[in-house]
């Protein structure tokens, strides 16, 4: 697997490099948002790891830029921390946001969940499990350790939603979008009572859940099997 690390911090190219490698990837480096572009592009990458402060453009335009034709997974890293930075990272199309300063075991447990989505995404799987729960999207059916649960047609839609992007956060803005309409994107408590509902309905804790995991002021993220 090819990755394209695109930072213009020379220690961060210094340290991701020999540990992406250790751990069985092949890594190109590029340092501003030019060279991101033509490498995308031409080299075909499996996944780029995206600093949002390049010298030449910001990273959401690279985003934006590269959505309008390709699907590779993108993973930001970056030292912004405000959640309206994420979470416009994240409506534009990135499939994860990691901090600076990062740990390289999160990193790389980032990478491998946004490449088997991916290759979930191409296969075109229709079933998703996690923690006993079977999401079957094929037959639009729901069920917990062989036990059948029964969901209204807006739970449904939210937790396909959210298993089409397990492991990955998935924006209040996006699952609003989705679920009820771009009409509906600042209806956030729509969302926490049919997420509650969900909870009470899927989770073994429903006080403490496992399943669907609350990412503050972001929106949420269905846990992966791994």
Do not use: C
């Amino acid at each position: 697997m090819h990755i394209l690390v695109v930072d213009d911090e020379p220690q961060i190219q210094r340290f991701l490099k020999p540990a992406l490698i250790a751990a069985g990837y092949e890594v190109t480096p590029a340092v501003n948002g030019a060279d991101a572009m033509r490498l995308i592009a031409t080299a075909a990458p499996d996944l780029v790891i995206l600093d949002l402060g390049l010298p030449d453009m910001d990273g959401k335009d690279i985003i934006t830029k590269v959505r309008e034709w390709s699907k590779v997974p993108i993973i930001v890293l970056s030292a912004r921390d405000r959640e309206t930075e994420k979470i416009a990272a994240l409506d534009l199309g990135a499939d994860d946001y990691v901090e600076k300063p990062f740990g390289i075991g999160e990193l790389i447990a980032r990478i491998r969940t946004a490449l088997r989505h991916r290759a979930h995404d191409e296969g075109n799987a229709t079933r998703f499990e996690s923690d006993g729960l079977v999401i079957d999207t094929l037959k639009r059916l729901v069920s917990r350790n062989g036990e059948a649960i029964r969901v209204t047609p807006k739970e449904y839609d939210l937790l396909a939603m959210l298993a089409r992007h397990a492991g990955r956060v998935v924006t209040h803005r996006q699952l609003l979008t989705s679920v009820w309409g771009p009409a509906h994107v600042e209806d956030l408590h729509y969302l926490r009572v049919f997420i509650g509902q969900l909870r009470t309905k899927i989770e073994r804790d429903p006080a403490n859940p496992r399943i669907i995991q609350t990412e503050p002021g972001i929106g949420y993220r269905l846990r992966d099997e791994e």
